[in-house]
């Protein structure tokens, strides 16, 4: 959902589909309204869950509270998959965030198998088992993190330094097309045949990093689907993540701020393979 909010707030059209049940869902529907998004929902028996995140101002910490998610019935989830079958014309789907309860670990992997009947590029954005069995059917571009990367690579742990070979080894192994690893203070790096270039933010004033990662996402897959290079693509969706630090709250990028803040982004590394 976050990552079709800031397609749209940096000019992009999206469409989200989602599940949405109780009178948290209908709430989270009429949101999604305000802000012009293009949906297709999927009525669900149980509550949209709601997340709590309180700022304490005098230190500007966050306290997340993550909710337990609803119960996702098999009927539910696959009239999600459904809907994403009926859509025409597709260039690129993003799947993110972790599976509720009753959605099977391999949906991502579905979602692949569907991409790839659509001839279209799949960008996912999750973790863990799901993530595992996204990158053996085989995807267009993912977004780990180095836990995330050593867990995929079945590593105790790995270095920035050990990036480069161990996302190409996935490349090769026809696990993905490109990889983007988040490396936290030290930006971000892009993996793919060709090369490998690591980018830094501009240091800013963070008042919040809700959203911070789909904001990057929206920023990638908007710039490809624009037809940018992959080295445009990632540059702008550094910006793009660290613009939505500068906000409250979930309000997560805005296009001034991201317009702003994308010649900032310096390259840090870079090679071609």
């Known amino acids: 959902m976050n990552v079709s909010r800031a397609i749209k707030h940096l000019g992009g059209e999206s469409m989200a589909i989602y599940p949405a049940g109780g009178y948290s869902g209908k709430f989270l529907q009429k949101l ?47 009239e999600c998959l459904q809907l ?21 670990v391999d949906i991502y992997g579905q979602i692949a198998s569907i991409a ?24 267009y571009l993912v977004k780990p993190n180095l836990a995330e990367l050593s867990s995929l690579a079945g590593k105790d742990e790995i270095h920035a330094e050990m990036v480069d070979d161990v996302a190409m080894q996935m490349i090769e192994e026809g696990k993905c097309e490109v990889m983007v690893v988040s490396l936290g203070q030290a930006g971000a790096m892009l993996v793919s045949k060709e090369s490998m270039i690591q980018m830094m933010p501009p240091v800013v004033k963070r008042k919040s990093t809700v959203g911070a990662g789909d904001s990057m996402v929206a920023g990638i897959v908007l710039s490809l689907s624009l037809g940018k290079s ?43 393979h």
């Open 84 to 104: 994403l079958k009926d859509e025409i014309d597709v260039s690129f789907i993003v799947a993110s965030g972790s599976l509720a309860r009753g959605i099977p």
């Open 32 to 78: 999604v309204e305000q802000e012009g998004i293009q949906s297709k929902i999927v009525d669900i028996k149980n509550h949209t869950r709601e997340n709590l995140i309180a700022l304490d101002t005098s230190t500007n910490q966050q306290y997340r509270f993550g909710m337990p998610g609803p119960e996702i019935y098999e009927d539910e989830w696959k």
């Open 230 to 272: 992959l080295e445009e693509s990632l540059r702008y969706g550094i910006a793009c993540g660290t613009a939505a630090t500068l906000n409250d709250g979930t309000e997560l990028c805005r296009k001034q701020d991201t317009d702003k803040l994308y010649p900032l982004v310096k390259v840090i590394s870079s090679a071609t």
């Open 116 to 139: 790839k009947q659509k001839n279209a590029k799949l960008i996912v954005d999750t973790s863990g088992e799901a993530l595992k069995q996204a990158v053996n059917e085989g995807v």
